[in-house]
């Protein structure tokens, strides 16, 4: 394949940040009494798990055992959020269009793999992805820049180079990222929390 689609997932095929601090209010409201709130929220929104973790125990006063906090997390999102969350309108459309052009779709995602295979199986999406070109990033050993310069590595099959890739991202940094690593064109995704990202992009889509 010369090309392809790749989608970030949180923000970009779906506004989950809302559902995703609805969970944490809820766990570190009955394990720490911590009343978390939207303002911060935003400020840890595209961090690691530990980095925030730390972010929430400077800003709340608490100490947060991440490994278990992060295993109820992750066994809540696998059990809720296929359900409660749903795609923007216009992704299908997006990767309709993409079958019948022949260029394969790929998710590159900070979000857990398991979590997000669900919620496309759900969805009605998994058909559009081959399961290999569904890839987190949320482990840490490797980075989405690392995927952009090496995309022959990550992505099956892929024979081209960054130009012919289209990225679907909602994250200025990324943008950012990707830009250097000479992907062709970005479609942004604009939302509440990343007001001024048409300036970074080719085009765009509306996230709200």
Same mark, same amino acid.
């Given at each position: ?7 970030? =997932? ?8 809302? =559902? ?31 980095? =925030? ?8 006063? /608490? ?10 997390? =992750? ?31 790929? /998710? ?63 994250? /200025? ?36």
């Amino acid at each position: 394949m010369n090309g392809a689609y790749i989608f970030d =997932f949180d923000g970009t095929i779906a506004d989950t940040e809302g =559902f995703h601090l609805a969970l944490y209010q809820r766990i570190l409201g009955r394990r720490y009494g911590a009343a978390l709130d939207w303002p911060h929220w935003l400020h840890y929104i595209g961090r690691t798990d530990p980095d =925030f973790h730390r972010m929430m125990e400077r800003d709340y006063g /608490i100490v947060i055992d991440s490994e278990s906090v992060m295993e109820e997390y =992750f066994t809540a999102l696998l059990a809720e959020e296929p359900a409660a969350v749903q795609p923007y309108p216009w992704v299908k459309e997006e990767l309709q269009a993409c079958r019948e052009q022949g260029i394969p779709a790929c /998710i590159l995602s900070s979000g857990n793999r398991d979590v997000i295979c669900a919620c496309l199986k759900a969805w009605g999406l998994d058909a559009y992805f081959a399961g290999a070109n569904v890839i987190s990033v949320s482990a840490g050993v490797f980075t989405k820049p690392d995927v952009f310069a090496d995309l022959a590595r990550y992505l099956k099959g892929f024979e081209g180079t960054p130009g012919d890739v289209v990225l679907f991202e909602d994250s /200025i940094h990324t943008i950012e990222k990707a830009r250097a690593c000479g992907i062709g064109k970005v479609v942004g995704v604009s939302h509440e929390y990343n007001r001024g990202i048409e300036r970074y992009c080719d085009n765009m889509r509306n996230g709200e």
